[in-house]
């Protein structure tokens, strides 16, 4: 049978695959190629007319090693491997420097140390030193860290070459096919995840939810609770400069300002934590907190001008403790989470797809997700979060 296979249930007409993924971003993607290499027929559901149109469409498109939490480490380091060797990731080494104030210096030497101890070529500078390679403000910065292996990607370069693989493995990609109700029309023990969209009605025994910022709702689409929701995140865009200086993923990690070069630009931002919700379009009032809190360590940003029209904006997929939740829903079998990236996915999603193809299977991940899993918030807060949030 072929993936998307006409059958019968209950009067109406189903597509059976072995495993439905909702949502065609980079996670979605990375989820449906390994499914596929896996050797499963897998029906990827969009509800957009094209893939990547969101989060993924929209991020800063940076990686990097600097984490505090091993798992972020781990994730995105083996996902580096994988986009180095992809010419669609179009991955560039520019760099992630992070100006570290005394208040903070000790977490961020711990991380620095995990970082190292897992075989990260990270560098502890001096402000001095840190400052030659950005011009910054450094009386008020105890240290700094720089990864050179870090750096900028093309997230949908990516996403578009993961599904183009997963077609060739026989992966069915259906567009404007938004989830609009999610039921199990099997039993408790052995489901089967039956999806109703406007394209026609979709099941399978696994359902992976890849869908962003819309995570919860598609859990909720099924009576389950995933606890993901959007955070709108703005980026503000220079215009054009003389200078061909290339910058690093800069941030100053007392009020995680951030920029980079991007071409002859200069794009930059800082997240508004009350911006929770799915408002849409560029908050242009909150230019008015994030571009001051930016020249009080760059000055030099008094000389740029800002281009409205190149700016742009996205949510971020977040979750209570900014970490990912990955792997099976207890109590809905078959069905897995991959979502929650919190502002992390573009850079975790190579490893979450073989990550996710794993656990589907059965099988034991090559990276320890066990910390990822939903259940951590079952017993209230999770006490360990990722600290190096941006
Ligand atoms: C401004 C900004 C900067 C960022 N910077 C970085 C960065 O530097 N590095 C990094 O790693 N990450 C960054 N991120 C985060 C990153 O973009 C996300 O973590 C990542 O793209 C998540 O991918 P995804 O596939 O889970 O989500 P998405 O790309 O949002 O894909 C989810 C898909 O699900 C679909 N969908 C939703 N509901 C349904 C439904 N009911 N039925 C079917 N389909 C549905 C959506 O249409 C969407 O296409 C940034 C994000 C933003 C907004």
Not at 225 to 253: K, Y
Not at 353 to 371: E, I, K, L, T
Not at 385 to 390: D, H, M, N, T
Request: charged share 20%.
């Amino acid at each position: 049978m072929s993936a998307n296979a006409p059958g019968q249930a209950a009067g109406i007409d189903v597509a059976r695959s072995d495993a439905i993924v909702v949502g065609a971003g980079i996670v979605g993607a990375a989820c449906a190629r390994r499914l596929a290499e896996a050797g499963l027929r897998v029906t990827v559901l969009e509800r957009e007319a094209a893939p990547a149109t969101h989060s993924t469409g929209r991020s800063a498109a940076g990686i990097r090693v600097q984490f505090s939490e091993a798992v972020n480490v781990l994730l995105s380091a083996a996902s580096l491997d994988e986009y180095r060797a992809m010419p669609e990731a179009a991955y560039r080494p520019v760099g992630y420097l992070f100006f570290v104030p005394p208040a903070l210096w000790p977490a961020h030497l711990e991380g620095y140390e995990l970082q190292r101890s897992l075989g990260m070529p990270v560098e502890r500078l001096t402000p001095e030193q840190a400052a030659r390679i950005v011009p910054a403000r450094i009386d008020d910065i105890a240290g700094a860290t720089w990864c050179p292996a870090d750096g900028v990607l093309d997230p949908h370069g990516i996403a578009m070459a993961f599904l183009a693989e997963a077609r060739r493995l026989g992966a069915a990609v259906r567009l404007n096919a938004p989830a609009q109700a999610i039921a199990n029309a099997g039993s408790p023990a052995a489901a089967r995840w039956q999806v109703r969209t406007p394209a026609g009605t979709f099941e399978a025994p696994v359902l992976v939810n890849c869908a962003g910022a819309w995570s919860g709702e598609v859990g909720r689409l099924a009576g389950l609770e995933v606890p993901v929701g959007p955070a709108r995140r703005i980026v503000f865009a220079t215009g054009p400069r003389v200078e061909p200086r290339v910058f690093p993923l800069t941030v100053d990690a007392g009020t995680g300002f951030w920029f980079r070069s991007e071409g002859q630009r200069l794009i930059f931002g800082l997240s508004n934590p009350e911006d929770t919700g799915f408002e849409e379009g560029i908050d242009w009032p909150w230019l008015e907190t994030a571009y001051p809190v930016g020249l009080e360590r760059f000055p030099w940003f008094e000389t740029l001008d800002l281009d409205r029209k190149a700016s742009w904006w996205g949510y971020y997929e977040v979750t209570p403790d900014h970490q990912p939740v990955v792997g099976p829903m207890p109590g809905a079998p078959g069905w897995f989470n991959a979502c929650g990236f919190s502002g992390h996915g573009v850079q975790q999603a190579a490893a979450i797809g073989r990550v996710v193809a794993a656990q589907v299977r059965g099988q034991q991940p090559f990276v320890d997700v066990s910390s990822l899993s939903i259940e951590r918030f079952a017993a209230g807060a999770p006490a360990k979060r990722e600290s190096l949030i941006v």
